[in-house]
Structure formats: C-alpha cells, structure tokens
C-alpha cells in the first residue's frame, strides 16, 4: 500500500477531513509539525520522508518548504495544499506570508518546487499563479459532510460568527465589524465564537453592546449545536482562502451576511446578503433582511450540491495515485 507523510500545524477540521480521508486509501504517517528548531521534529521529519512514498502537506510555509526539499533530495513526490494565509499578501491589514520577503522566499520555493500544488478555491488558484509557476497546479475545493452538518430543531433569533479572536482577525475576519453591527439590532443575540489567542478579545469586549457574547473555543459537538441554533451566519472577512466555517453552517441552514471578498461569492452564490467591507450599519441591514427571509434552505442545497465530502475524496485520492504512476 502506497505510505503517505501527512504533515500538519494545527489539526483544524479541515486538516483532520483530509488526514481521514487519506488514511481511507493510503497507510498514512500523520506528523504535527513543532517549532523549526526542534532537532527531534527535524530528524523525524527526515526519516519519514526517507521511508514514504509521498509526503502531503498543508500550507506552504517554512516547514513546507523543508519537506519538499527533503523529498527532492530523497527523490519522492510531494504534494502542498497551498491555500489561505501561505499565499496571501495583505500588508493593509498585515495579513499572508508574502508580506515578508523572508517568508514569501519559503512559500516561492514550495510552489515552484512541490510535485503538485493544490488550490483550495479558484480565488486560492488565481493568487498562487500571482506569485509562481508549479509544476502542477490542480483545484480540489474543500468538502464537507452534509449529514453531520445538518439543520435540527428550531432556529433562534442569532446571529453567528466563528473565528480564532486575534488581532490579526479584527480586521481579516471582520471580527470588529460583527461586533459593532450587533448594537444596531439590540433585541438580536450575537455570538462569536472562537479561541482568544491575544489581548484582543478585551477591546472587542470593550466596544460590545450588551446583545453581544464571546464563547471562546468550544468542542465540535457544541459549535454544531450554535449552528443549528442560528438563523445567520456572519462572514465579513477581507480574505478568505474559502471559509470553511461558513460552509458548514450554511449546511446548518444558516443564511450567509457576507463580503464580496477573495473566495467567499464562490461559497455563498445567490443564496446570501452581500455588504460592505468594514461597514456594521450596513451588516446590521443585512441581518435585519437575513433573520425575515427562507434563504436557509437553498444556503445548505448549494454546499450540498458544489463541496461534497465524496467530491474532494474521489479526487484527492486520483491525483495521488496519478502522481506516484
């Protein structure tokens, strides 16, 4: 049986999806990259690459970078999912790995490099070919799991938001400007949901309006509970690589506010309410239409029909076994 490297950061839902969805097929080594410095994550590293067929990673950052080249020397194929922060080049809001010099050379040298890159939306494929030439570019869109991402029950009067509370996301997510819209509509509940990685969940609570709560990270038990509670779903971002979240509650029935942004239309189609970046009167209009219409149903029809988990397994795993033929 064909033996996979799966080289990951963080297990993220994504990341776990495509790790189950390769150990299906393939026998499959899953590794956690740490810090660069760790001699023992870099002699590892090297013995697995050494005894794998194929290594498969995400994101193209310096440890991707370190894998493909590590493949190179051993002469074995290795395959990136170049998708979101890897590839973005945001300096307005200092967002994206190609800002830097330093780390754009790592990214440059993954994509120019990597037996296949694989783009996870068409807006993902059209910023690699800003910035490179792969050897092979191929488009797989994420998918996702309809019957676990499923409407049940009654929905709330909410309005939902996930995302990782940072300072960077204030701005990429449009983490502020949820909650600024939020004392707009004063008798709507907003939850955003999401880890707090720095000090800035303390100026997002010190702008909240009392409608406003601030979860903090939850299980995927209960993050499935909110979106199946939620009647919206609030995407405000600036770049999104695809918006994987969004998806999964639009799968919940929720109905997307969203920005006109990166890959977000590609997500929503015509089945959400479209607002400016950066505007919360304009967003709280948006929720106001979202929470009278019955946009909910066509919202899961489209991620349904466009980003099943079947589609991106079926092609996922006949990209790699041309790759290795």
Avoid at 109 to 119: G, S
Avoid at 261 to 280: S, W
Avoid at 297 to 303: D, Y
Avoid at 312 to 319: A, I, P, Q
Wanted: proline share 4%; aromatic share 12%.
């Amino acid at each position: 049986m064909l033996k996979i490297l799966f080289v990951y950061q963080k297990p993220v839902s994504f990341v776990k999806v495509d790790l189950e969805i390769l150990q299906r097929h393939f026998d499959v080594i899953p590794h956690q990259w740490t810090r660069m410095g760790d001699i023992k994550n870099l002699l590892k590293i090297v013995k697995y690459v050494a005894n794998a067929d194929l290594s498969f990673v995400w994101f193209a950052g310096r440890h991707a970078a370190c894998v493909v080249f590590l493949s190179k020397f051993f002469k074995k194929k290795s395959i990136v999912v170049a998708s979101g922060y890897s590839v973005a080049n945001l300096p307005e809001i200092n967002y994206g790995l190609l800002i830097s010099p330093k780390t754009a050379r790592n990214v440059k040298y993954v994509l120019e490099n990597a037996n296949m890159i694989i783009a996870v939306s068409n807006f993902n494929k059209k910023e690699i070919l800003k910035y490179a030439h792969p050897k092979r570019l191929e488009l797989v869109y994420h998918g996702f799991d309809y019957n676990k991402y499923r409407p049940y029950g009654m929905k709330d009067n909410l309005v939902l938001s996930v995302g990782p509370v940072t300072n960077s996301n204030l701005k990429r997510k449009g983490l502020e400007t949820f909650v600024r819209a939020a004392k707009f509509l004063p008798d709507v509940k907003f939850v955003l949901i999401g880890r707090h990685i720095d000090d800035s969940i303390g100026y997002l609570k010190s702008i909240a309006s009392a409608n406003v709560k601030f979860t903090g990270f939850v299980s995927d038990e209960d993050l499935l509970k909110y979106y199946q509670r939620a009647k919206v779903y609030v995407q405000v971002s600036a770049h999104e690589g695809f918006g994987c979240s969004l998806a999964e509650a639009m799968l919940c029935e929720c109905i997307p506010v969203v920005t006109n942004k990166a890959a977000i239309p590609e997500v929503v189609g015509d089945t959400g309410f479209y607002v400016p970046y950066g505007d919360p009167r304009m967003t709280a209009e948006a929720i106001k239409e979202a929470l009278k219409s019955d946009k909910g149903k066509e919202a899961r029809e489209r991620i349904k029909r466009m980003f099943p988990i079947e589609r991106r397994e079926k092609e996922l795993v006949s990209k790699i076994r041309k790759l290795i033929r």
